[in-house]
C-alpha cells in the first residue's frame, strides 16, 4: 500500500516501494501493489511506469486530493485534509484492498509513509482479515525540536491525529521499520512498550538504474562548461528550517564582494525544488541571478545522469530533521561526485557522509561557515582532490540489498505467525 507509485511526479520518493516491487521478486516474494489513481498526484510523470514488473499486479484507486479537488479558490476544511490531504483514498483501497486479498491470499500486508493514510489502510486492512503488517514508517510523523521544544506538524489537531496513528499502527503491526537509526532510536524511547516490534532498513540506490544513465552519459559527447563549476541539487526543497538555503545564497554574495567568486565561474542550479516562485523571489533577494538558476522536473533517468557529470552536489538537512536522512543523499554517493553538504554535524545525514568519507560539512544557517567551507570546496573540486565515497562503502546501500532485508523481515513475521497459530490456534490479535 503506497501512495508514491509510478507516475507520481515525485522520484525520490517512490524509489523505495518500485524497488521492492520489482526486488523481492529475487528472494521468493511475489509483490502485489495497491495505490492511488493518478489524478490524486498533484503532478504526474510516465517516464517510470515502464520499470514496473509486468508480473506485479497494480491496483490503482479512487483518491483525491483535498487541497486540489475539495477545496474552492484555494481554501478548503482543515478537517478534510487530517492526517494528509490524501484521506479519501480510505474509501476506494479498503474495499479493493480487501478483493486483492480475496483473490491473491497474501501472506503479509505492507504499508509506507509518508502519506499517513496508506497506514490507515494497512491497519484496516490487517484488522479485518488478521494478516500480519508490516509498517514501513520510514521517518517520524511528528517530531520535537530538542532545543526549542517546537512541535512538527505545528498545527495541534495534525500532531494530536499522526500521534494517534503512530501510536495506533505500533499497536496492530507485526513490524515497523524506519530508515535511519535515530528514526528507530526516537521511537523506541516514545514507545518503549513495542519497542521490539521495530526494525531498521534504510534507503538506498537503484543500481539498474545507474547502469543505464552511466550508459547514456558515455553516449553524450558534450554541452558541459569546463570554465564554470556547476553545483546541483536535484530534488523537492520544502522553505522553512529543514532545507533553507537563505544562508548558503547569502554567503555566495558574502564570496563575490570578498572577491573570491568570479562571475562566470560557478552555476548553482536547483533542479525541481517545487516552490519555484517562492526561490525565485528569494533569489532575486540576493542579487544572485546570475549564479542560481531554477530548473524543472526531468525524467528519473535524466535526473541520475545529471547528478553524474555535476561538479558537485549540495545536500540540505537543518537540525530539526537530524533523524533523516534525505533519499537522494544515497543517489549522490553511487554518483560518486564531491558533496557539499549544508547540514547539522550531530544528525544522521552528516553521519551517513562521514561514514561514506565523502562531503564537506557546514551548519546550515552560519553564513560565515558555509563561506568559508565553500570557498575551500571549490578549491578542491577544481584541483581534483575533492573527496569522493568509495565504491566499496557506496555498494552497501544498493536496493538490492534492502529488498534482501525485507524479505527476511516477512519470512520472519510469517514464521512467527505460523509459530503462534501451531501452539496457540487461531490468530489471538489485539483488536
Known amino acids: 500500500m503506497a501512495y508514491h507509485f509510478p507516475p507520481c511526479g515525485v522520484s525520490s ?136 521544544q517546537q512541535r512538527f506538524p505545528e498545527d495541534r489537531r495534525l500532531w494530536s491525529v499522526r500521534r494517534w496513528i503512530e501510536r495506533q499502527t505500533l499497536r496492530h503491526c507485526s513490524r515497523a521499520v524506519f530508515v535511519t537509526p535515530g528514526s528507530l532510536r526516537i521511537h523506541q524511547a516514545r514507545y518503549p512498550e513495542f519497542a521490539d516490534r521495530m526494525a531498521l532498513i534504510a534507503n538506498g540506490y537503484d543500481e539498474v538504474s545507474f547502469e543505464a544513465a552511466e550508459s547514456a552519459v558515455r553516449m553524450d559527447c558534450g554541452g558541459a562548461n569546463m570554465n564554470r563549476l556547476l553545483l546541483l541539487h536535484s530534488g523537492v526543497l520544502y522553505p522553512g528550517p529543514d532545507r533553507d538555503p537563505t544562508a548558503f545564497f547569502a554567503a555566495l554574495v558574502k564570496l563575490r564582494q570578498c572577491g573570491k567568486l568570479i562571475n562566470g565561474a560557478l552555476q548553482v542550479r536547483l533542479r525541481a525544488s517545487g516552490y519555484e516562485d517562492h526561490y525565485k523571489r528569494l533569489i532575486q533577494d540576493f542579487g544572485v541571478g546570475d549564479i542560481v538558476s531554477l530548473a524543472p522536473p526531468i525524467p528519473y533517468q535524466e535526473a541520475l545522469a545529471e547528478m553524474l557529470t555535476a561538479d558537485g552536489l549540495l545536500v540540505f538537512q ?84 534492502k529488498a534482501g532485508e525485507l524479505a527476511n523481515l516477512f519470512e520472519e513475521v510469517v514464521r512467527i505467525r505460523m509459530s503462534t497459530r501451531t501452539s496457540t490456534g487461531p490468530d489471538q490479535r489485539e483488536r
Open 13 to 148: 520518493g517512490l524509489q523505495r516501494t518500485l524497488c521492492f516491487s520489482r526486488d523481492l521478486r529475487n528472494h521468493g516474494w511475489s509483490p502485489l501493489v495497491l495505490t492511488v489513481h493518478p489524478r490524486a498526484y498533484p503532478a504526474a510523470k510516465s517516464d517510470q511506469l515502464g520499470q514496473i514488473p509486468s508480473a506485479v499486479p497494480v491496483r490503482r484507486t479512487f483518491a483525491l486530493d483535498t487541497t486540489r479537488h475539495l477545496g474552492f479558490r484555494g481554501r478548503y476544511l482543515g478537517w478534510m485534509a487530517l492526517p494528509d490531504p490524501w484521506i479519501t483514498w480510505l474509501m476506494g483501497a479498503i474495499p479493493a484492498g480487501l478483493q486483492m486479498i480475496r483473490k491473491h491470499r497474501p501472506q503479509v500486508l505492507w504499508s509506507t509513509y509518508p502519506v499517513a493514510t496508506a497506514h490507515l489502510v494497512g491497519m484496516a486492512l490487517c484488522r479485518l482479515t488478521g494478516i500480519p503488517w508490516v509498517a514501513d514508517f520510514r521517518d517520524p510523523m511528528t517530531e520535537i525540536d530538542p532545543v526549542t
Open 318 to 401: 537543518g537540525r530539526t530533521s537530524n533523524p533523516a536522512v534525505p533519499a537522494k543523499l544515497y543517489e549522490y554517493l553511487r554518483a560518486r561526485r564531491p558533496i557539499f553538504g549544508l547540514v547539522d554535524s550531530q544528525g544522521e545525514t552528516a553521519g551517513v557522509l562521514r561514514q561514506a568519507g565523502a562531503g564537506t560539512l557546514v551548519p546550515l544557517d552560519d553564513v560565515a561557515m558555509i563561506a568559508a567551507g565553500l570557498e575551500s570546496f571549490l578549491s578542491q573540486v577544481r584541483s581534483g582532490t575533492a573527496a569522493v565515497p568509495g565504491m566499496e562503502e557506496v555498494e552497501r546501500h544498493s536496493r538490492k540489498h
